[in-house]
């Protein structure tokens, strides 16, 4: 029943607003999954949390009438050990998003501009859009690659920061190493250029990019990674940056004070010190990605080389009549214009997932056929 005291405000708001703020799009959520089916729609691990994370985490709740410790020093220092920098090369933040938006804050405002890929993941639009400045957003090729030269082209006198994806989300396609390299070296020293590698630890191709390679000879270079995909810790949100200490010094002046819990960020070195187990993981997911590109080959699926803990199924126009077909079978997609991006889950999802992709091939083959 309606609480009669709750009365919806009937004057509009006088408050003057940004525009841009008005207009801003919600970030759109993969949507949960239905009872007894798979929520493949936001690239999460499908493994539940460590026992040593759980324990860390019920450890941490004991003192959380305190105050976190602001530099999450301890945090800091394991992610320096573990990229082999110094504990100025790091910033944290609540997920690499929140970094990026600090890094983003750091360069850019009203005015300036920021290039990037499109399509690429959902949450560079929001970031820019935060800021104030102008996105500069550079198609991708046929193939789904970023198109280096084009971004390259796209930067003017205005532009701050470029944002390159590698793995992209969603179509899970890295950068090469050298072309990177020769990206960095062609473009203005005083742009920020970030490698978002949210999903550089399920890479196993040797030739693509590792942005911890090229932050050592390029003071304007930042690689941004995160806990929230093979670490499993999405719902704590701990991401952070590695680059040159007068970037990150920036980058953590732009963050508010005590963005990460004390949770998190317990949470978050467990997590760190787990990392066999959590190797283990890694390697299961990248073994499912190999079975469930295998079948899909089998099929008569065209696929892009996915690095990432998805797969991208380029369908064109028929995504929502494919999104039903695999919700039919438990399956939630993220779905796109151009296609659907499917997160390697549960070892139970292959099967009910391969079913559907089967019959998103007979039903595109046979449209193709009456259109003939
Ligand atoms: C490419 C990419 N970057 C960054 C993020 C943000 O990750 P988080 O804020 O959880 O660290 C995501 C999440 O899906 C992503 O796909």
């Keep these: 029943m309606d609480d009669p005291r709750k009365q919806a405000p009937s004057a509009s708001a006088t408050v003057r607003f940004r525009p841009e703020i008005v207009s801003a799009a919600a ?4 949507r949960p999954a239905p009872e007894g089916g798979f929520k493949l729609s936001s690239n999460e691990n499908p493994f539940p949390p ?6 860390a985490i019920e450890g941490a ?5 305190r105050y976190p410790d602001a530099s999450a020093a301890g945090l800091v220092a394991r992610l320096a050990r573990l990229n082999h920098v110094a504990d100025e090369q790091i910033a944290v933040g609540p997920g690499s998003i929140a970094v990026l938006h600090q890094l983003v804050t750091a360069v850019a405002g009203a005015g300036d501009e920021i290039v990037y890929a499109w399509r690429s993941f959902e949450g560079y639009p929001s970031v820019v859009t935060l800021t104030g400045a102008t996105a500069v957003q550079v198609p991708l090729t046929a193939e789904g690659v970023h198109d280096l030269d084009a971004m390259l082209a796209a930067i003017t006198d205005r532009t701050r920061a470029v944002l390159l994806c590698s793995p992209n989300n969603p179509t899970g396609l890295t950068l090469g190493h050298d072309d990177v390299e020769r990206f960095v070296a062609s473009a203005p020293r005083d742009v920020l250029i970030v490698i978002d590698e949210a999903y550089v630890e399920f890479v196993r191709d040797d030739e693509a990019v590792n942005g911890l390679a090229i932050i050592a000879d390029h003071p304007n270079v930042v690689t941004l990674r995160t806990l929230s995909k ?6 704590l949100r701990v991401g952070y940056a590695v680059g040159h200490p007068e970037v990150i010094a920036a980058v953590r002046a732009s963050g508010l004070p005590f963005e990460l819990s004390s949770i998190a960020i317990e949470a978050a070195k467990a997590a760190l010190d787990a990392r066999e187990d959590l190797t283990d993981q890694i390697d299961e997911i ?9 079948g899909l080959t089998d099929q008569g699926w065209a696929l892009p080389d996915s690095q990432g803990n998805f797969v991208w199924l380029p369908i064109g126009a028929r995504t929502e009549w494919a999104a039903d077909v695999l919700e039919a079978q438990g399956i939630i997609a993220r779905v796109f214009p151009e296609g659907i991006r499917v997160t390697v889950g549960e070892r139970e999802s292959i099967e009910p997932l391969l079913t559907a992709t089967a019959e998103i091939v007979r039903g595109l083959s046979e449209s193709a056929e009456t259109a003939s």
């Design 61 to 65: 709740a004991q003192e959380v009438n």
């Design 286 to 294: 990248v073994a499912r990605r190999h079975q469930i590109e295998a």
């Design 230 to 235: 093979a670490y499993g810790l999405a719902g």
């Design 27 to 30: 970030y759109r959520q993969g």
């Design 50 to 55: 460590l026992p040593s994370v759980v324990a």
